[in-house]
């Protein structure tokens, strides 16, 4: 009996997710020049020849790849908009996600510096698109932070950016310093100035299991 339409596996969609999950998975933390198509299509069980099929060039395959990891941290961005915790403790949620994604996706940009290639320029497009959409998922959870009187009545447009900037800023320069820190300083001063309570100094570091 054929298979109706709509029961037949779509293996080119499958495929296709096969090798962006492995080149996001080697793009990640790594150079841009590190990484070998040759070692994507390997990762992914398939041909070279397969690879380039979808993807025509390995540009095009890092910025797909950039684009699905920071798809993957809008979803979870907005996991956290749901009313069911504090606003503040929904905004240490992504100020950690933001930390954990970019972290590993921003090494590429920050190698490249003042590079003006067409790769870099294409790159710093899809950072700035995507921040705009992640910037909607802080923005819905300070306005129910000032809502819920946890916020003081903060510029809920103008605030999701400094914090997205404070995080790729820091990614950036901080060199070497630990993570945590970085996610430590930066709700240190966004709940120091919004938050209606100061935060209390927090005997543990953030992350640290009690």
């Known amino acids: 009996m054929p298979l109706d339409a709509e029961d037949i596996p779509d293996w ?3 495929r296709r997710e096969e090798i ?3 080149a996001t998975d080697l793009f990640a933390g790594r150079d841009y020049g590190d990484v070998q198509v040759d070692e994507v299509a390997k990762r992914a069980g398939v041909g070279k020849a397969t690879l380039y099929r ?6 095009d395959l890092y ?6 990891a920071l798809g993957g941290m809008e979803e979870r961005l907005n996991a956290q908009t749901a009313p069911a915790a504090t606003a503040i403790s929904r905004l240490k949620t992504m100020v950690s996600a933001l930390i954990d994604t970019l972290s590993e996706q921003l ?10 290639s067409d790769l870099a320029d ?17 923005r819905q959870v300070l306005e129910d932070g000032v809502a819920a009187g946890e916020f003081r009545r903060i510029d809920t447009d ?5 914090i997205i900037g404070m995080v790729r800023g820091g990614i950036m320069l901080a060199g070497d310093r630990p993570r945590d820190a970085l996610e430590r300083a930066v709700l240190d001063l966004v709940l120091t100035a919004a938050a209606t309570t100061p935060p209390a100094t927090e ?6 299991q009690t």
């Open 54 to 59: 979808y993807f025509p060039s390995k540009e």
């Open 20 to 22: 962006l999950a492995a």
């Open 203 to 208: 005997s543990h570091p953030v992350g640290s």
């Open 122 to 138: 294409r790159t710093r497009r899809v950072l700035r698109r995507r921040s705009a959409q992640t910037a909607a998922s802080l």
């Open 107 to 116: 090494l590429t940009l920050k190698l490249m510096g003042g590079d003006q």
């Open 158 to 162: 103008i605030t999701p950016l400094l």
């Open 12 to 14: 080119r969609a499958k």
């Open 63 to 68: 910025l797909e790849s950039l684009e699905r």
